[in-house]
T-cell receptor
Framework: KAGVTQTPRYLIKTRGQQVTLSCSPI?????VSWYQQTPGQGLQFLFE???????NKGNFPGRFSGRQFSNSRSEMNVSTLELGDSALYLC???????????????FGSGTRLTVV | KQEVTQIPAALSVPEGENLVLNCSFT??????LQWFRQDPGKGLTSLLL?????REQTSGRLNASLDKSSGRSTLYIAASQPGDSATYLC???????????FGTGTRLTIIP
């Protein structure tokens, strides 16, 4: 059974550029969440999608956006990159359907983004 | 606003010892409590999920307990091995919300 797949694994971008990260959830999982992990702030919730709809959003500026496709794959986009956006971006998928939060989460290996 | 704390931030123990990792949360109205491990530079591996109606879960040498009234969860690791060295994170969520709130983690080192 394939796990959560994130691509690419590593990215180096220049300040001001934009970047798109991809996440393919476990087959049958329709909820996809994104997290940012930095040494200073730990793991911070970005947003969660279910059936192509954003259900929850964390406290991040509008430069951070995402979307989910009909096959449940999700992308995350960061525009006008800043040095502080350097982080490990993690995607998680869940069987959650009605938003009860009653299921556990499976995480991908992450995308390491470095902004120079 | 939920706050999750893990103390200590780092722990070193000799191989073979049993150990307990602690997780405290401020809002007892959590729905689930999940424990993860993270190896350096890697993603999160789920260890145990305790749903709100449960008090504990076991998997192999791992046992996690949940006491909502006191706002605490513990992860017990029996007969520790060098391969258990990693950062351990706990995370909680509330009913109707898929957002996980993570603790800051405990970095565990098992000394051979």
């Amino acid at each position: 059974k394939a796990g959560v797949t994130q691509t690419p694994r590593y990215l180096i971008k220049t300040r001001g550029q934009q970047v798109t990260l991809s996440c393919s959830p476990i087959s049958g999982h329709r909820s996809v969440s994104w997290y940012q992990q930095t040494p200073g702030q730990g793991l911070q919730f970005l947003f969660e999608y279910f059936s192509e709809t954003q259900r929850n959003k964390g406290n991040f500026p509008g430069r951070f956006s995402g979307r989910q496709f009909s096959n449940s794959r999700s992308e995350m986009n960061v525009s006008t990159l800043e040095l502080g956006d350097s982080a490990l971006y993690l995607c998680a998928s869940s069987l959650a359907s009605s938003g009860t939060g009653n299921y556990g989460y499976t995480f991908g290996s992450g995308t390491r983004l470095t902004v120079v | 606003k939920q706050e999750v704390t893990q103390i200590p931030a780092a722990l070193s123990v000799p191989e073979g010892e049993n150990l307990v990792l602690n997780c405290s949360f401020t809002d007892s109205a959590i729905y689930n409590l999940q424990w993860f491990r993270q190896d350096p530079g890697k993603g999160l591996t789920s260890l145990l999920l305790i749903q709100s109606s449960q008090r504990e879960q076991t998997s192999g040498r791992l046992n996690a307990s949940l006491d909502k009234s006191s706002g605490r969860s513990t992860l017990y690791i029996a007969a520790s091995q060098p391969g258990d060295s990693a950062t351990y994170l706990c995370a909680s969520n509330h009913f109707g919300n898929e957002k996980l709130t993570f603790g800051t983690g405990t970095r565990l080192t098992i000394i051979p």
